[in-house]
C-alpha cells in the first residue's frame, strides 16, 4: 500500500542550526503538508504547497521556516535557525485533491533542539 | 479562532465493551469533519471523513455520526479488541486545506 515515509526518524539539533526535514509524498498526490505536535499539545497545521507554492500557512511558519519540492519526489521542510520551542514531532501529509479528500501522513520526525 | 474540543482525554475499557467518544467543533464556517486512529510510532491512519449534516460511516466495528448544526461528531467503537487501543483525532476544516485537529482520545482496552 503505497505510504509517506519520512527521513529522519529523530533528529536531534544544537540551537541556531539549520535542519531539513525530507518526506516522501505518495507518487500521484498534488497536496503536500507540513504538521507539528509539540509534546502534549494539539497537532498543529504549519503550511500546505500546491503547485510548487504555498497555499496557505499559519501563524506558526514564520520566515525561518521553508518548503520546496526539489525534484517531484522530495517535499522538504527546512529550519534556518532552530529554537528550543522547535522541539517537535514533525509531519508529513500528502492528498491526491484538496479537502475534504483524506490526508495520508508520514510516522513523523521527532526534533530535539539541544 | 477555531477550537476542536474532544472528550474524555482518556478512556480505559475492557475487552468486549463498546465505547464512544465525542468531538465538538464550531458549527460555523464547516465544511469537512476527519478522523483518525493514531498508534504510538505509527502515522496517523484515516478513518472517516464527513461532510453532511446526518452522515454516518461505518469500517468494520467503528462508526461515526455527524451533526454539523450544533457542532459535533461521534465515534463508537463495538466490541473494543486490544488492538483499538491508540489516541483517536478529529479534525476541522472549513474548506481551506488545514486540519484543525483536537487533543485526541486515548483509548486503552484491557484484556
Same mark, same amino acid.
Given at each position: 500500500?503505497?505510504?509517506?515515509?519520512?527521513?529522519?526518524?529523530?533528529?536531534?539539533?544544537?540551537?541556531?542550526?539549520?535542519?531539513?526535514?525530507?518526506?516522501? #509524498?505518495?507518487?500521484?498526490?498534488?497536496?503536500?503538508?507540513?504538521?507539528?505536535?509539540?509534546?502534549?499539545?494539539?497537532?498543529?497545521?504549519?503550511?500546505?504547497?500546491?503547485?510548487?507554492?504555498?497555499?496557505?500557512?499559519?501563524?506558526?511558519?514564520?520566515?525561518?521556516?521553508?518548503?520546496?519540492? #526539489?525534484?517531484?519526489?522530495?517535499?522538504?521542510?527546512?529550519?534556518?535557525?532552530?529554537?528550543?520551542?522547535?522541539?517537535?514531532?514533525?509531519?508529513?501529509?500528502?492528498?491526491?485533491?484538496?479537502? #475534504?479528500?483524506?490526508?495520508?501522513?508520514?510516522?513523523?520526525?521527532?526534533?530535539?533542539?539541544? | 479562532?477555531?477550537? $476542536?474540543e474532544q472528550s474524555p482525554q482518556s478512556l480505559? $475499557?475492557?475487552?468486549? %465493551?463498546?465505547t464512544n467518544f465525542t468531538c465538538?467543533?464550531?458549527?460555523?464556517?464547516?465544511?469537512?469533519?476527519?478522523w483518525?486512529r493514531w498508534?504510538?510510532?505509527?502515522?496517523?491512519?484515516?478513518?472517516? $471523513?464527513?461532510?453532511?449534516?446526518? %452522515?454516518?460511516?461505518?469500517?468494520?466495528?467503528?462508526?461515526?455520526?455527524?451533526?454539523?448544526?450544533?457542532?459535533?461528531?461521534?465515534l463508537?467503537i463495538?466490541?473494543?479488541?486490544?488492538? %483499538?487501543?491508540a489516541t483517536y483525532l478529529c479534525?476541522?476544516?472549513?474548506?481551506?486545506?488545514?486540519?484543525?485537529?483536537g487533543t485526541g482520545t486515548q483509548l486503552k $482496552?484491557?484484556?
Open positions: 500500500e503505497p505510504e509517506v515515509t519520512q527521513t529522519p526518524s529523530h533528529q536531534v539539533t544544537q540551537m541556531g542550526q539549520e535542519v531539513i526535514l525530507r518526506c516522501v #509524498p505518495i507518487s500521484n498526490h498534488l497536496y503536500f503538508y507540513w504538521y507539528r505536535q509539540i509534546l502534549g499539545q494539539k497537532v498543529e497545521f504549519l503550511v500546505s504547497f500546491y503547485n510548487n507554492e504555498i497555499s496557505e500557512k499559519s501563524e506558526i511558519f514564520d520566515d525561518q521556516f521553508s518548503v520546496e519540492r #526539489p525534484d517531484g519526489s522530495n517535499f522538504t521542510l527546512k529550519i534556518r535557525s532552530t529554537k528550543l520551542e522547535d522541539s517537535a514531532m514533525y509531519f508529513c501529509a500528502s492528498s491526491v485533491v484538496r479537502d #475534504p479528500e483524506v490526508a495520508f501522513f508520514g510516522q513523523g520526525t521527532r526534533l530535539t533542539v539541544v | 479562532i477555531l477550537n $476542536v480505559h $475499557v475492557q475487552e468486549g %465493551d463498546s465538538s467543533f464550531p458549527s460555523s464556517n464547516f465544511y469537512a469533519l476527519h483518525y498508534e504510538t510510532a505509527k502515522s496517523p491512519e484515516a478513518l472517516f $471523513v464527513m461532510t453532511l449534516n446526518g %452522515d454516518e460511516k461505518k469500517k468494520g466495528r467503528i462508526s461515526a455520526t455527524l451533526n454539523t448544526k450544533e457542532g459535533y461528531s461521534y463508537y463495538k466490541g473494543s479488541q486490544p488492538e %483499538d487501543s479534525a476541522h476544516t472549513g474548506g481551506g486545506n488545514k486540519l484543525t485537529f $482496552v484491557e484484556l
